[in-house]
Every structure is written in C-alpha cells, then in structure tokens.
C-alpha cells in the first residue's frame, strides 16, 4: 500500500506539471516575439532553466507555424541552445548557420562563431573555443560590428584570465568597462564580476573591493540571484586574500551552499576551493579536506577542469600522507595524475612548468612505491625490499640524467642569452675576406657557375637577409630561386660553396639566429604560446619550429625562453 501511495502521489505530480506547462503555454500566445524573448532571459539568467526551456519551446513552434520572418526562426534555435549538451546545442547553432545564410544581418557569421566558443568553453575545449573565438573576431571585425568585436575581445580576455594571466584579461575587461558605447547593460554587468575577479588574482584588492560593492547592491537590488552570489563569493576570496578568515567562511558558507542546491557546478567549486583554503588557514584541515572531496566529487561527475585543482590534489595527497592513508594517498595521486594530464592539454601555457610540491618524476616513483607496499603489506621479504631499492636506483639514475641533461641546456641558453646581450646584432654572414677564402677553397666548384650568376645571386641573398625576408612562411629553394630570377641549381651550389651549409640549414640558421635575438629584447613576444611564435619566425607549426631551435643551439625553447624570464 505504501508503494501505491507513493506511485498515485508521484501521477498526481506529473499531472500537475502537465498541466502548470499547458497553462503557461497558453499564456504565453498573448506575447510577441520580444517579449517572449525578454521574458526567456530574465529566466535563464535566474537558473530557472525549466521555464525557459518551456519558452524557447513555444517560441520556435510559433515562428515555424507563422512562417514569418526568418530572423524569428533563427532566434528560435539560439533560445533552444541553451541548457543543452554539447552535442544538441551544436545541431541548434548548425541550423542557425544554415537559416542565417539567408538573412541580411551584419551580425552573421560572426554570431555563429560566437555561439561555438561559449559552448566549446563550457565544454573545457579552450583549444576550440579560442579558434571560433578568434574566427568570430574576424568576421565582426570584416563587418564592422563594433558590439561583436568587443563581445569577441572579451571572451578571449576571460579565456586570458581563466588560463593564469589576470593582468592581460584585466586590461582588456578595463578598456570595456570604461568604453562601453556599444555594449549592453547585461555585457557591462558580466565585464564588471570578471574584473573584480582579475583585480583580485593581480592582488589589486581596492580596486576589487568596490567593484564587488557596487555588483552586490545592483544584483540584490535587481533580485539577480545567481549573479548576486557570484559577487558574495567574490567577496568571500577578498576576505581570504586579505587574511579575514572567519568573514570568508562564513560568507563562503552562504554561496556554496546556494550553488549545490541550484546545480551551478564550477560556481560551486570555486566557492568551496576558497572556502578550503579559509579553513586551510585557520588550521582546520578536516574541514579544508570535506570541501575539497566534494570539489574532486563534481570533477568526476562533469569532467570540468580548472588550473587551480592542481592545489586541490596536493593538499588532499599531503592531508591522507600525514594520515598514513596509504589508499586514499594513492587515489589522489591517481587523481592528480589524471587531472595533471588534461590540464597539460588544455593549459599548455600554464603547464610548462611542474607543479612545485610534486615534480612528475617524484611523483611517479612514489606511486610505484605506494602500489608495491599495499600489495605486499603482509609478506613483505628481503627480496622485495631490494627489488624496490633497485628500482628506486634506477629511477634516481634516470632522474639524475634528466636534470644534468637540463642543467646542460640551462647553461647553454644562459650562454646564448649572454651572447646576445653583448651583441647589438648577431649573424653569421660570410665577410667579404671570407667569401674569397670560399672561392680560394672551392675553386674546382666555382669554375663551374658563371661569375654574374654568382654575384647576382650574392647580392640577391645578402639583400633577403638584410630585409629579414626569410621570416616569411613556405620558403624553399625553387620559390626563392624564381624570385632571384635563376634556378634552383644554381642558388643552392652558390649557398653550399660561400655559406658552407645545405639551403634548409641556411634557411633555419638564419631564423634561429635572428629568433635568439628577438626572443631577449621582445616581452610581449614571450608572451604568446609557441604556434604564435613560430609563425613569427617563418615556421608553419610548433614543432618545426622547435625542432629547428634545438639542433641550431643546443638546447630547447622552453628552456632558453625560462632562462631569459629568470634573468635580473
């Protein structure tokens, strides 16, 4: 009786469900299309995602039934993108691209693009989402839509914050905020809560202070409690950064407790990583531990990452160490591992270096020692223990030529960088004495190429190194020879004999010198990940380009790239 119960209560549920939909579909004809779309809004932004996904239902329906305006049909498939799963809420913005081929509106194919970034965001595909974003850009600006341009800008300024580098989003966000003719109210009040944050993780702490003042009184004021929440959990980290632990939980307490029962899941990791660390600091680490459990607990569940888990597995490894939880140790290595391992992925410029606490060779030996110790906890042997040692040795040997291996280069990129700093300009174009020592030494080959060609071609090369021509992309010897206007044949005998090296070498010596300088005097170079630089210097990817770095100087790019950003 109890299951029937229970069953004609859940019918009587789904009956009035049914029915509070069917209502609120009725309503809704008495609306137009602005409205319905102001009202879709107001409910989203709420996280009232039922009612809105009922609206956007309602809305396409209608425009399709109507056959009106197509731009009411593309509204339609934007509205019903939302709250969706990667893949369904692609097909909506595929139909939009398909409907808006026929529409006169500047703000196509831009929007498009647009559209994919933000789901690729969510999705934790930054590699994605910053290729449609920079598309985005290039369309909006191709149409001179300065609301796309700056909407584009933005999201790559966020993008910029979200992988580690506050400073660059906050100027972007700064200039927005300031200069926000042709932005809406909703844009400037999302600019306003990613400032706070940035001005927060670049210690600006006054600036953050007021802006979190201003966010707080407009949201409570406006009933916009999502928002709102994001601003108090704002204010939660302010109160942490500025050692006010109590105020911080307590505060911390509030919002976490609003995003788990709203299912606003990275909001909700945020708060409870800064409320873990107002614990942390107030020496109470089982509490710092609870949080940081439920934080990996949703990680598993949305396979969403953020740079800062890095932190989270440390302490948990370091929390169950202290315990001598050998398992839990282990989980949360395996964890670490995995998660280290994504972030790798999708934050390559953050992740050149190794986590401080736990370098991966470190890390790796002591899993193996954990898996060996749990397995043989009770019959442990002298073999055992000495199979251990030996590959404890082992990993040490190899650990050991690893770091000599980088101190190697490490001393190699300090010598270059020092060369370069000695040097205004740094090349190895043949003088004019040893040009004729070329010719002296390879006479019998000389005698073979015609004097004018070999001082055409001469002037030719000494006029493409001098213009730094060779930084283009997609130069090889046949392209380069019909500029020269000769052939192939000929430029490569007159670069073998007088610059003593193969086309390709030449080629990449001339980049690779020309990069050795650039690289020491241009910051704002550095600062680019290493596809942007590489094209730069002519390369057509990264690797290329890397590989060229390494056989011209001896060491790696990463490495002489740390060793400049170390220098006083």
């Given at each position: 009786?109890?299951?029937?119960?229970?069953?004609?209560?859940?019918?009587?549920?789904?009956?009035?469900?049914?029915?509070?939909?069917?209502?609120?579909?009725?309503?809704?004809?008495?609306?137009?299309?602005?409205?319905?779309?102001?009202?879709?809004?107001?409910?989203?932004?709420?996280?009232?995602?039922?009612?809105?996904?009922?609206?956007?239902?309602?809305?396409?329906?209608?425009?399709?039934?109507?056959?009106?305006?197509?731009?009411?049909i593309a509204e339609g498939y934007v509205l019903n993108h939302y709250n969706k799963d990667l893949p369904v809420a692609l097909k909506y913005i595929d139909s939009l691209e398909i409907i808006s081929k026929n529409l006169q509106d500047e703000i196509y194919p831009a929007r498009i693009y647009l559209f994919k970034g933000m789901l690729y965001y969510n999705a934790d595909n930054l590699k994605l989402a910053l290729e449609n974003y920079v598309t985005a850009l290039k369309y909006a600006k191709e149409k001179k839509n300065t609301r796309q341009i700056a909407i584009a800008d933005l999201q790559i300024a966020y993008l910029n914050g979200y992988i580690g580098k506050p400073q660059e989003a906050a100027k972007v966000l700064k200039y927005y905020y300031d200069n926000s003719g042709s932005l809406t109210n909703e844009d400037i009040q999302h600019i306003q809560i990613n400032l706070a944050s940035s001005y927060l993780d670049i210690d600006e702490f006054g600036k953050a202070e007021k802006l979190i003042k201003n966010g707080l009184h407009y949201t409570l004021k406006n009933n916009e409690y999502v928002r709102y929440n994001r601003y108090l959990s704002l204010s939660g980290q302010y109160y942490l950064l500025t050692k006010q632990y109590p105020k911080s939980i307590e505060i911390l307490e509030k919002t976490k407790a609003y995003f788990l029962k709203n299912n606003i899941d990275l909001d909700a990791n945020?708060?409870?990583?800064?409320?873990?660390?107002?614990?942390?600091?107030?020496?109470?680490?089982?509490?710092?531990?609870?949080?940081?459990?439920?934080?990996?607990?949703?990680?598993?569940?949305?396979?969403?990452?953020?740079?800062?888990?890095?932190?989270?597995?440390?302490?948990?490894?370091?929390?169950?160490?202290?315990?001598?939880?050998?398992?839990?140790?282990?989980?949360?290595?395996?964890?670490?591992?995995?998660?280290?391992?994504?972030?790798?992925?999708?934050?390559?410029?953050?992740?050149?270096?190794?986590?401080?606490?736990?370098?991966?060779?470190?890390?790796?030996?002591?899993?193996?020692?954990?898996?060996?110790?749990?397995?043989n906890k009770k019959y442990l042997s002298y073999t055992t223990i000495g199979i251990l040692c030996l590959l404890l040795i082992f990993i040490m040997i190899l650990f050991v030529k690893a770091k000599r291996k980088e101190n190697e280069y490490k001393e190699i990129a300090r010598d270059l960088i020092k060369s370069v700093s000695e040097k205004s300009h740094s090349t190895?174009?043949?003088?004019?004495?040893?040009?004729?020592?070329?010719?002296?030494?390879?006479?019998?080959?000389?005698?073979?190429?015609?004097?004018?060609?070999?001082?055409?071609?001469?002037?030719?090369?000494?006029?493409?190194?001098?213009?730094?021509?060779?930084?283009?992309?997609?130069?090889?010897?046949?392209?380069?020879?019909?500029?020269?206007?000769?052939?192939?044949?000929?430029?490569?005998?007159?670069?073998?004999?007088?610059?003593?090296?193969?086309?390709?070498?030449?080629?990449?010596?001339?980049?690779?010198?020309?990069?050795?300088?650039?690289?020491?005097?241009?910051?704002?170079?550095?600062?680019?990940?290493?596809?942007?630089?590489a094209t730069e210097f002519g390369y057509n990817n990264e690797q290329a380009f890397a590989n060229a770095f390494k056989k011209r100087t001896g060491t790696t790019l990463s490495t002489y790239l740390k060793e400049i950003e170390s220098q006083p």
């Open positions: 009786m109890k299951n029937m119960r229970y069953f004609f209560l859940l019918f009587i549920g789904y009956c009035n469900l049914l029915y509070s939909q069917n209502s609120l579909f009725e309503n809704l004809n008495k609306y137009s299309y602005e409205e319905l779309e102001n009202k879709f809004y107001s409910y989203k932004d709420n996280n009232e995602n039922e009612e809105s996904r009922i609206i956007a239902e309602f809305y396409i329906k209608k425009a399709k039934k109507e056959n009106k305006d197509k731009k009411y945020y708060a409870m990583l800064y409320l873990g660390q107002s614990y942390a600091e107030s020496k109470n680490k089982d509490k710092a531990v609870e949080n940081y459990i439920k934080i990996d607990s949703i990680v598993q569940k949305t396979n969403n990452t953020f740079p800062e888990l890095r932190d989270v597995y440390s302490y948990l490894i370091d929390y169950y160490k202290e315990k001598k939880d050998k398992e839990k140790q282990l989980y949360y290595i395996d964890r670490f591992l995995k998660i280290n391992s994504i972030l790798d992925t999708q934050f390559r410029y953050i992740s050149r270096e190794l986590p401080k606490k736990y370098d991966m060779p470190k890390l790796l030996s002591e899993k193996e020692e954990i898996i060996k110790e749990l397995k190895e174009n043949k003088t004019e004495n040893e040009v004729i020592a070329n010719q002296e030494i390879f006479d019998s080959e000389k005698n073979k190429l015609p004097d004018e060609i070999v001082e055409h071609i001469l002037k030719e090369l000494k006029m493409f190194e001098e213009k730094e021509q060779y930084l283009k992309t997609g130069i090889v010897v046949d392209n380069l020879a019909k500029k020269f206007k000769t052939n192939s044949s000929y430029l490569s005998k007159v670069v073998n004999i007088y610059k003593e090296k193969s086309f390709p070498n030449y080629l990449n010596d001339l980049r690779i010198d020309y990069a050795l300088i650039r690289l020491v005097n241009d910051k704002k170079l550095r600062s680019y990940n290493f596809s942007v630089i």
